[in-house]
């Protein structure tokens, strides 16, 4: 898994839910991501943090909420106001000015 | 904030030929370009990257160019084979702690036996 472990590999949300992505890592690195792949849309950035307590947004970053609570966690919430949720959601890791590393997956899907 | 373009967004080749996927950048700071292929539902893997300080790195059959003044960047790749086919990204960021990864829309590359 590269160091980073994501769940669960398959969500599925109601109309009106908030659901939550967990991402968590054993490397004690810093700074960790959450992307959003489409079809056809490559990657695009939600939600990043360099350190504890602090995250910035991305460029698609509404109807999404995130928080650092600790280094090793960066669990990514997807509200009720995002209204196209279904994606193939990717968190990532990375050290320093080192290559970046992403986790498995989880695919969210509208019931 | 930095934008990337990438091209094309499917290449198909035959085995043996080889394959250029382009990619150009718009922050004139980014100073690290990194390449990932992805395969049918997996992660995306890193497989070769460049900084700035370098025009062009190898490793085996993958090389990476990259031309600052112009703002490109280039994978090379020689002699595919069918398990090369994948979607591959290019993708950019300033080489500080942290900086996020600013991704291209992929190329998704078919290799033909």
């Known amino acids: 898994d590269g160091g980073i472990t994501q769940s669960p590999k398959y969500l599925f949300r109601k109309e009106g839910q908030n659901v939550t992505l967990s991402c968590e890592q054993n490397?004690?690195?810093?700074?960790m991501y959450w992307y959003r792949q489409d079809p056809g849309q490559g990657l695009r950035l939600i939600y990043y943090s360099q350190i504890v307590n602090d995250f910035q947004k991305g460029d698609i970053a509404e109807g999404y909420s995130v928080s650092r609570e600790k280094k090793e966690s960066f669990p990514l919430t997807v509200t009720s106001a995002q209204k196209n949720p279904t994606a193939f959601y990717l968190c990532a890791r990375r050290n320093r000015n080192q290559p970046q590393h992403f986790g498995d997956g989880t695919r969210l899907s509208i019931l | 904030g930095e934008n990337v373009e990438q091209h094309p967004s499917t290449l198909s080749v035959q085995e043996g030929d080889s394959a250029v996927i382009k990619c150009t950048y718009s922050?004139?700071?980014?100073?690290?370009f990194p390449w990932y292929k992805q395969e049918l539902g997996k992660r995306p893997q890193l497989i070769i990257d460049?900084?700035?300080?370098?025009g062009e790195k190898k490793d085996q059959r993958i090389a990476v160019t990259l031309n600052k003044t112009a703002k490109h960047f280039s994978l090379h790749i020689t002699e595919t084979q069918p398990e090369d086919s994948a979607v591959y990204f290019c993708?950019?960021?300033?080489?500080?702690?942290?900086?996020?990864?600013?991704f291209g829309k992929g190329t998704t590359l078919s290799v033909s036996s």
């Open positions: 490397l004690n690195h810093d700074a």
């Open positions: 460049i900084r700035s300080n370098v």
């Open positions: 993708a950019a960021s300033r080489n500080q702690a942290g900086t996020a990864l600013i």
């Open positions: 922050d004139s700071a980014s100073n690290y």
